[in-house]
């Protein structure tokens, strides 16, 4: 009996030793509990935040996978029916990109040249222009030097230079000065006008001017000779008007005249590279050109079309070119083939109304060469 009583005591004492030190592991155990649910807190609320930052751009990423998905299945509906396509009709249409490609580098070609034929003629233009001034201030110094101390054999010289610089410059030449009598040419002698005088005061009802037939004259020169009689009737008609009643005036007058009227011959000699032409006087110093265009489109030369533009240049559109030049008069007639007059029309028009004077320079060329670009490209596509 005193054995059962001393195992009871000894296994309950085990036990509550037992008791005790769970309940002091626990106090231990709370205070970290307790920081780790403060530690769990903070981070639930952390990700709280970080997913009310990211809702925006799932949502975004979510559509932007959505449209993804939409471009996909279009481009495999594309790949679908680029398989199930003709391949013959496939070939031949790479085939026509080929061409095209062809003909646009060979445009790009055209364009350099013209580009560098423009920039060449700006060099030559600034060389005449250097020319000019040199020979305004070789005249301006003369005349000081003559004012302070006489005329000598140098500046008899240094004048003699600076006329015939000027003649080179200005196109004309003297053939005989006196008192009685002025004769110059002009177009690399190609006009000779002769200015009867009194006293160095011009008769102006005797002025004339006459063509020289010579021999010299290039295939290019004589291409025209309506534009030189027209040139001719234009100049002489102001100066026997007796609007000019001074030798000097008379010559510069006719010099600004022919010069414009040569501008005009040289967009009309440009015009003529590629598309023939014929030019008549009608009178009172006007022209007409009648311009053939063939329209045959690299792609498809079974379009092939024939139109025929009238351009008409007044006396005064000629007298003062390129400030007239919107006011060139044009009329469009298609003889045959598949192209709209107004649109021709339109093109060639258009072009010639957005070139300002400072932009002259084969306006003509370059709309007649619009009109065959779009032709071929309307066509070809």
């Known amino acids: 009996m005193a054995f059962k009583l001393a195992k009871a005591y000894a296994k309950r004492t085990q036990r509550g030793e037992w008791y005790r030190w769970r309940m002091q592991w626990t106090k231990d155990l709370v205070p970290h509990v307790d920081e780790e649910i403060r530690n769990l807190e903070s981070h639930l609320s952390f990700v709280r935040e970080q997913r009310e930052k990211l809702r925006d751009p799932m ?194 007058h006719l010099d600004a005249v022919w010069t414009s009227y040569n501008l005009v011959l040289t967009e009309l000699r440009r015009l003529l590279i590629k598309h023939p032409l014929a030019v008549r006087s009608i009178g009172d110093g006007s022209i007409e050109a009648n311009v053939r265009m063939i329209l045959r489109p690299k792609l498809r030369p079974e379009f092939k079309a024939k139109v025929l533009v009238k351009l008409t240049f007044t006396k005064e559109t000629m007298t003062q070119w390129p400030d007239k030049l919107r006011e060139v008069g044009i009329d469009v007639q298609v003889a045959y083939g598949a192209v709209e007059r107004d649109h021709v029309l339109g093109i060639i028009r258009n072009h010639i109304q957005t070139s300002g004077s400072s932009q002259h320079y084969c306006t003509l060329y370059d709309a007649f060469g619009e009109v065959a670009a779009r032709y071929s490209g309307e066509v070809a596509h």
């Open 59 to 252: 949502e975004e990423l979510q559509q932007m996978h959505a449209s993804l998905k939409a471009e996909l299945e279009r481009e495999k509906a594309v790949v679908a029916e680029i398989d199930s396509c003709d391949m013959e009709q496939l070939e031949g249409l790479k085939a026509g990109i080929a061409e095209q490609n062809i003909a646009i580098d060979g445009y790009k070609t055209d364009i350099a040249q013209a580009a560098a034929e423009a920039d060449r003629y700006n060099a030559q233009l600034k060389e005449r222009q250097s020319e000019l001034q040199a020979a305004q201030d070789i005249i301006a110094a003369s005349k000081r030097r003559g004012e302070q101390l006489g005329t000598t054999a140098d500046d008899v010289s240094r004048k003699r230079t600076s006329w015939h610089m000027l003649q080179d410059i200005h196109g004309w030449k003297g053939v005989r000065v006196t008192p009685e009598l002025m004769e110059f040419t002009y177009m690399s002698s190609q006009l000779h006008v002769r200015m009867p005088m009194i006293n160095f005061k011009p008769t102006c009802s005797d002025v004339t001017v006459a063509q020289l037939a010579l021999a010299t004259l290039s295939e290019q020169q004589d291409q025209f000779p309506a534009v030189v009689d027209a040139m001719i009737i234009a100049g002489l008609e102001d100066v026997r008007s007796g609007a000019y009643t001074n030798h000097r005036l008379i010559v510069r």
